[in-house]
């Protein structure tokens, strides 16, 4: 029986080896960016002196942490870095689901093809690049603000707090929501054409087959890239939240997230230790964030849970 069973693993391993050697890339790219890294977690219980080096730098337990904690601007940070991604996270996913299903059931193929090339093409462009496209829009001489101007408004839309929630909300769904659309697209092309065929015969609209068929089916696949989404809850693209609001002060309270203030505190304190603190936090309750979401998704429908 044994011997059975070994002849059969070998036979699997044979089978599947093609798959694994075109995974390899990706596992060595894993390997290299996230799991060497870990290697450093002991930066964040250390006070680095730069003339012992890393290793001969003395340990300091939680202090690095401490700091952090009791920063006046930590809830503030933490508060917005969760909003912004809880916001970006539903918007997000649901637009890019709504749009799939608009080039799935509206356009012909050969129109799919022109509108993925025409939303995807953002998705490629630097945050920088991004930064000076919405300062062009919205800048004291861009062309919202001066279509403002000509019907007697006078905006300047740097120094108004208020509004930049919405205006990082728009700037980052229009960059990503080529990219998360042509997934869910594909999910959907990967639905078997035979159930829409007899929800046809059965006299069912394209509305109900959408309700009853499409998102149903497609739910496994928006679950796990809910839960991959929120598994970076604690972490904001870098990019966004600083290029874009241009480096001014006065949007600190709407705009600054973790990752901006790690930068900033890096830059003007040079503490390493207190740096790698902060990230080793938002590894540690991202971490968390996705067993607790797993296990809820595992309690609700055990067929759509991550693992």
Known sequence: MKKQQGILRTQSYKKN???????????????????????????????????????????????NFKFFFTSNDVWLVVRNTLSYNILFIAVGTLLSIV????????????????????????????WIIVAYMTYSFIGPYGVLTSLL??????FDFYTETWVWPILLT?????????????????????????????????????????RKITIPLLMPLITIMTLLSIGKIFYSDFGLFFFVPREIGQLYPVTQVIDTYVYRMLKASGDLGMSSAVGLFQSAMGFIVVLLSNFVVKKVNEENKLF
């Open 17 to 63: 080896i093609q798959l694994g050697i075109l995974a390899l890339p990706a596992i060595l790219l894993i390997f290299v960016f996230s799991y060497v890294p870990m290697a450093g977690i002991f930066i964040a219980f250390k006070n680095i002196n730069y003339e012992k080096g890393l290793f001969h730098s003395p340990w300091v337990g939680f202090d």
């Open 99 to 126: 749009f799939a299903i608009l080039l799935n059931e509206v356009l012909s193929r050969r129109m799919v093809k022109a509108y993925q090339t025409i939303f995807f093409f953002p998705y490629f462009f630097s």
């Open 149 to 154: 101007e000509r019907i007697g408004i006078n």
């Open 170 to 210: 728009l700037v980052s769904i229009w960059k990503g929501l080529g990219y998360m659309s042509i997934i869910f697209y594909a999910g959907i092309m990967g639905i078997s054409q035979e159930y829409f065929e007899a929800a046809a015969i059965d006299g069912a609209t394209k509305l109900q087959m959408i």
